[in-house]
């Protein structure tokens, strides 16, 4: 279990009420581990997803001992983004945290795929965000105390052959946290941003990437890039890179790399059928 108190908070005994934190995407993935995490250090949870998994995410978790709302809402709209922070506010308690996670991607060239798919994307990746960042941070300033999480990607540091809007979505949020943390410097209030590789999730088929060499290739353990990013956070870093060497110098070379070249390795890796040539 993670010290609550390495980071500069009292533990749950010290506390007549638990701290509550909010994670979007918690019913798999990277949201999931980070929902674990989180009631590992004693925080109560109000969790969101779009799909019943995240009830059953909520069960396993009041298991715990802790207190866990599940909110099914679709944030891709601006009605689902503030039936979630109502669902915050009628605790009549402060968030100590929030980790905005959710997010989705699509492959295939631009000119072929749907535009509703891509117009999807952004309104989940960068819409929401922003929306939901809008009324926490405005809350968390106000009290100054709180920290907050973004998940970016190594994604926003390359453009996206073949996911083009999803990286290009990704971009936005890196440039979006970073522009935050500087905003908020004098704060008691910190940003992180989250910046994982290919993580091991259902991200890949449901962007239906399966035939691709980047859906095939070995990927990073979605528990050791929520810890990381969990941790960072708790520490008040600006940015995780996580969770393996390789993501990292993936990540370093990046930021050496001309953009030309980083488009044409995507596409090495991101071009339907590529993970079927030799």
């Not at 709209?77 to 980790?99: C, M």
């Not at 999807?120 to 965000?129: A, H, K, P, Q």
């Not at 052959?161 to 910190?190: H, P």
């Not at 940015?239 to 390789?246: D, I, K, P, Q, T």
């Amino acid at each position: 279990m993670l010290d609550s108190s390495a980071y500069g908070y009292p533990t749950r005994m010290a506390h007549a009420q638990a701290r509550l934190a909010l994670i979007t995407g918690a019913s798999s993935g990277i949201g999931h581990e980070l929902a674990e995490l989180f009631v590992a250090d004693g925080f109560d949870l109000i969790i969101c997803a779009e799909d019943f998994a995240v009830d059953d995410v909520a069960d396993r978790l009041r298991a715990r001992g802790r207190e866990v709302t599940s909110v099914r809402a679709d944030l891709r709209t601006a009605e689902g983004v503030e039936a979630l922070y109502a669902a915050v506010q009628s605790t009549g308690r402060p968030l100590a945290a929030a980790a905005l996670n959710a997010g989705i991607g699509h492959g295939g060239a631009f000119v072929d795929t749907d535009l509703a798919e891509d117009l999807s994307i952004i309104d989940l990746n960068v819409r929401s965000t922003v929306h939901l960042a809008k009324l926490v941070l405005r809350d968390m300033v106000e009290r100054d105390s709180g920290r907050l999480l973004i998940t970016s990607s190594i994604a926003s540091m390359m453009p996206g052959s073949f996911q083009a809007t999803y990286n290009a979505s990704k971009s936005f949020l890196q440039s979006f946290a970073e522009a935050l943390q500087n905003e908020l410097k004098e704060s008691a209030v910190s940003v992180t941003s989250l910046m994982p590789g290919p993580t091991e999730t259902n991200f890949f088929h449901r962007a239906e990437m399966d035939d691709t060499r980047m859906g095939r290739m070995s990927k990073d353990d979605p528990a050791e890039v929520a810890r990381q990013g969990y941790e960072a956070m708790m520490s008040g870093e600006a940015r995780s890179v996580a969770a393996s060497a390789m993501t990292r110098i993936m990540a370093g070379a990046s930021m050496i790399t001309p953009d030309a070249v980083k488009a044409a390795l995507h596409r090495v890796l991101a071009a339907p059928g590529s993970g079927s040539k030799s």
